[in-house]
């Protein structure tokens, strides 16, 4: 059971814009940053989002992050067909004194 | 460009012990706070441990309290994780990471991973 909730699947055409979301709490998303991470098959994970909405250089603007209360999105737009992979939230947890990761969530590009 | 390579990963008993090692290169090693996460196959992310850039403060997650340790000399820009009493749910790649430039806790930079694996 993973401390920041994140659906286990999304799914869109291409083109289309598809969210996924991030639910966490007081110790953790609202009080700290978040990151949005893709992982592609086989390979580490890369920093899609940083500091809740920041893109790092590289990264298409096609991808935007934004923060509300305890809660995270990660917005995804024109989807492509190699944007099918997997994708996770993390943010500091002051409680739990750790980084704290959601499940992740596979997008299917349909 | 920041690279991090990891190595000693490999196959293990249960019960055994193995130390991972993590060599920084492209940044100011010394300035980063370093995380330890590992992924069990098909599986999610976990985070494993953080160490601060000096190593003065370190945290752990529950699930590998008093087993492993982490460590850093930064005089040769390498980050460790020692593990002992390794069990099968340790069984995972495990990828060591950099803090971003601004120094938030969260992992930015990414290693290639090592995989552990513990069984008989």
């Known amino acids: 059971q993973s401390v920041l909730t994140q659906p286990p699947s999304a799914s869109g055409t291409p083109g289309q814009r598809v969210t996924i979301s991030c639910s966490g709490s007081?110790?953790?998303?609202?009080?700290?940053?978040v990151y949005w991470y893709q992982q592609l098959p086989g390979t580490a994970p890369k920093v899609l989002i940083y500091?809740?909405?920041q893109r790092p250089s590289g990264v298409p603007d096609r991808f935007s992050g934004s923060k509300s209360g305890t809660s995270a999105s990660l917005a995804i737009s024109g989807l492509r067909s190699d944007d099918e992979t997997d994708y996770y939230c993390?943010?500091?947890?002051?409680?739990?004194?750790?980084?704290?990761f959601g499940g992740g969530t596979k997008l299917t590009v349909l | 460009q920041v690279r991090l390579v990891e190595s000693g990963g490999g196959v293990v008993q249960p019960g055994g012990s193995l130390r991972l090692s993590c060599e920084g290169s492209?940044?100011?090693?010394?300035?980063?706070?370093m995380h330890w996460v590992r992924q069990a196959p098909g599986k999610g992310l976990e985070w494993v441990a953080f160490?601060?850039?000096?190593?003065?403060?370190?945290y752990y997650a529950d699930s590998v309290k008093g087993r492993f340790t982490i460590s850093r000399d930064n005089s040769k820009n390498m980050l460790y994780l020692q593990m002992n009493s390794l069990r099968p749910e340790d069984t995972a790649f495990f990828y060591c990471?950099?803090?971003?430039?601004?120094?938030?806790?969260?992992?930015?930079?990414w290693g290639q991973g090592t995989l552990v694996t513990v069984s008989s």
């Open positions: 990471a950099k803090i971003s430039d601004y120094g938030d806790y969260p992992a930015h930079d």
């Open positions: 492209g940044f100011t090693f010394s300035n980063y706070g």
């Open positions: 160490i601060w850039y000096d190593g003065r403060k370190i």
């Open positions: 007081n110790s953790n998303i609202a009080s700290n940053y």
């Open positions: 500091r809740n909405s």
């Open positions: 993390a943010s500091w947890d002051d409680s739990l004194g750790g980084l704290v």
